[in-house]
T-cell receptor, first 111, second 114 residues
Framework: GQQVMQIPQYQHVQEGEDFTTYCNSSTTLSNIQWYKQRPGGHPVFLIQLVKSGEVKKQKRLTFQFGEAKKNSSLHITATQTTDVGTYFCAGDTGTASKLTFGTGTRLQVTL | NAGVMQNPRHLVRRRGQEARLRCSPMKGHSHVYWYRQLPEEGLKFMVYLQKENIIDESGMPKERFSAEFPKEGPSILRIQQVVRGDSAAYFC????????????FGSGTQLSVL
């Protein structure tokens, strides 16, 4: 079945440093979504990418979808303590069924 | 417009008992998804339902687990004869359209089996 892996599993940064998480799918995706889950909370939608090579920005967050539509990345510039949480990518193969979530990257930010 | 409502937030059951988890989707949403999350792990898909229909239950164990989304009322995830390995957070999500639209998640039900 479809597998979606993320690296790193965990990253600890000082506030102000940059952070990147990478997402890789075993199959080609029709689109990819990113979610953030704060500690003790529930996943919250961040963004969806659909086109090959697409790049989208949300303030300090930059999202990319690979040319082959099998990988994606999320980059945070100048992290803040409010960025703490686990970031999940989620992809589908266009079967109009389920989203397969990645393994997640937990980000810890300290002052 | 209320978000996705799940109850209870916490549920404690002894081995062998039944657990019933409820999910009311956002108003206007007729597509419901159930995911399971173990501590420090990702979200594992269990089942996708539309009103009165199970669309995809490929992630749900064949035994002891069942799900429904009746014409009236919330979606129910039922786990019969719970075992310790069922302890996890169960999240429900809803979307307004079929296909992989943006999902709106509830706050989850934390199931603990003693």
């Amino acid at each position: 079945g479809q597998q979606v892996m993320q690296i790193p599993q965990y990253q600890h940064v000082q506030e102000g440093e940059d952070f990147t998480t990478y997402c890789n799918s075993s199959t080609t995706l029709s689109n990819i979504q990113w979610y953030k889950q704060r500690p003790g909370g529930h996943p919250v939608f961040l963004i969806q990418l659909v086109k090959s090579g697409e790049v989208k920005k949300q303030k300090r967050l930059t999202f990319q979808f690979g040319e082959a539509k099998k990988n994606s990345s999320l980059h945070i510039t100048a992290t803040q303590t409010t960025d703490v949480g686990t970031y999940f990518c989620a992809g589908d193969t266009g079967t109009a069924s389920k989203l397969t979530f990645g393994t997640g990257t937990r980000l810890q930010v300290t002052l | 417009n209320a978000g996705v409502m799940q109850n209870p937030r916490h549920l404690v059951r002894r081995r062998g008992q039944e657990a019933r988890l409820r999910c009311s989707p956002m108003k206007g949403h007729s597509h419901v998804y159930w995911y399971r999350q173990l501590p420090e792990e990702g979200l594992k898909f269990m089942v996708y339902l539309q009103k009165e229909n199970i669309i995809d239950e490929s992630g749900m164990p064949k035994e002891r687990f069942s799900a429904e989304f009746p014409k009236e009322g919330p979606s129910i995830l039922r786990i019969q004869q719970v075992v310790r390995g069922d302890s996890a957070a169960y999240f429900c999500a809803s979307s307004p359209r079929p296909g992989n639209e943006k999902l709106f998640f509830g706050s989850g039900t934390q199931l603990s089996v003693l």
